[in-house]
């Protein structure tokens, strides 16, 4: 056989198996008694996901969108998952004298911290001097203050965070004319421990009549691993001695391990103060004024801690 009826025989075949599939169509439409699915018809059932449900669409517009979005790939569907816990920091500030709100010039000693991911948050008066009322306050990121009294109430017992990070602001005010001396606790999880005191007093402890309470601060924390604690500080009205200094109180003593003066300083820097900790253990950091004087700087001081 030639090529010429190579090419014709092959030809008619092709004819002849075309008019077998046309037939086979037919049949099989007669016998399932509905028409074979049309384009339009795969595109919208492509385009939705499986286990998305079915929706129904008419009119030029609606086929024109669902044959569109027929060859594209549905990305994958993740639920929101709340952020990872990170470990809890531990920090109490003590002996931490308070405003009264009917001071005129008083004003309200303010904690910051900043949890990252989810956990329980302690906040917590642990000890007031007898006889004294204080109202503090929570805020967090821009939500309105939770405010509760002393005695009535002393801690924020359920507190939680859910959120990748949030600012939470602690106030502390004594109640009418009381200005009580207390000691407030924190835990937070946190991946960077680290706690600001605002509006505190930087008040010389030589000053007459001057309460060693109004003089810098006293801050308490557990470190969750080997590393330096450090202080930044600035205040205003004078320059100042400040003396610091760092002790174990781990065990039943407190045990002093080092001591710093800065002289004549106008702040202490970022940080002015730094020594370095051993891990899973109580230390305590102090910061005073050596210096006399008649004024009422406002201290803000920031503690980190590993």
């Known amino acids: 056989m030639n090529d010429t009826s190579w090419r014709s025989l092959s030809a008619i075949l092709g004819v002849a198996c075309v008019i077998l599939i046309i037939a086979a169509g037919a049949l099989l439409a007669t016998s399932s008694g509905s028409p074979a699915p049309s384009s339009?018809?795969?595109?919208?059932?492509?385009?939705?996901?499986?286990?998305?449900?079915?929706?129904?669409?008419?009119?030029?517009s609606a086929s024109a969108s669902a044959t569109a979005s027929a060859t594209a790939v549905p990305s994958a569907i993740t639920k929101?998952?709340?952020?990872?816990?990170?470990?809890?920091?531990?920090?109490t500030f003590n002996n931490l004298m308070l405003d009264a709100t009917n001071n005129a010039s008083g004003t309200a000693r303010t904690i910051t911290f900043v949890t990252d991911g989810t956990g329980p948050v302690g906040i917590a008066v642990t000890k007031i001097s007898?006889?004294?009322?204080?109202?503090?306050?929570?805020?967090?990121?821009?939500?309105?203050?939770?405010c509760r009294t002393?005695?009535?109430?002393?801690?924020?017992?359920?507190?939680t965070t859910d959120t990748a990070h949030s600012i939470w602001v602690i106030t502390l005010m004594g109640v009418g004319t009381d200005t009580p001396t207390v000691d407030v606790a924190f835990s937070w999880p946190t991946n960077d421990a680290k706690i600001t005191l605002s509006h505190g007093r930087l008040q010389g402890s030589s000053s007459p009549g001057v309460p060693e309470a109004l003089n810098g601060f006293t801050?308490?924390?557990?470190?969750?691993?080997?590393?330096?604690?450090?202080?930044?500080?600035?205040?205003?009205?004078?320059?100042?001695?400040?003396?610091?200094?760092?002790?174990?109180?781990?065990?039943?003593?407190?045990?002093?391990?080092?001591?710093?003066?800065?002289?004549?300083?106008?702040?202490l820097g970022t940080p002015g103060y730094s020594f370095g900790l051993d891990a899973g253990k109580y230390f305590r950091v102090f910061m005073?004024?050596?210096?006399?004087?008649?004024?009422r700087p406002d201290l803000t001081a920031v503690i980190s801690f590993p």
């Open 80 to 91: 929101p998952t709340n952020p990872p816990k990170a470990p809890i920091a531990l920090a």
């Open 288 to 295: 005073r004024s050596i210096s006399a004087d008649s004024l």
């Open 40 to 60: 339009s018809d795969i595109a919208q059932t492509s385009a939705v996901p499986s286990g998305s449900g079915s929706s129904e669409s008419s009119g030029p």
């Open 130 to 146: 007898a006889k004294a009322s204080l109202k503090i306050c929570a805020k967090i990121d821009d939500s309105k203050p939770d």
């Open 219 to 267: 801050c308490t924390f557990k470190t969750r691993a080997a590393g330096n604690v450090t202080v930044a500080a600035s205040w205003t009205l004078l320059t100042a001695d400040i003396d610091m200094s760092t002790a174990d109180v781990d065990g039943p003593k407190a045990i002093s391990l080092d001591e710093k003066q800065f002289k004549t300083a106008q702040n």
């Open 150 to 159: 002393w005695p009535k109430v002393n801690s924020f017992k359920g507190a």
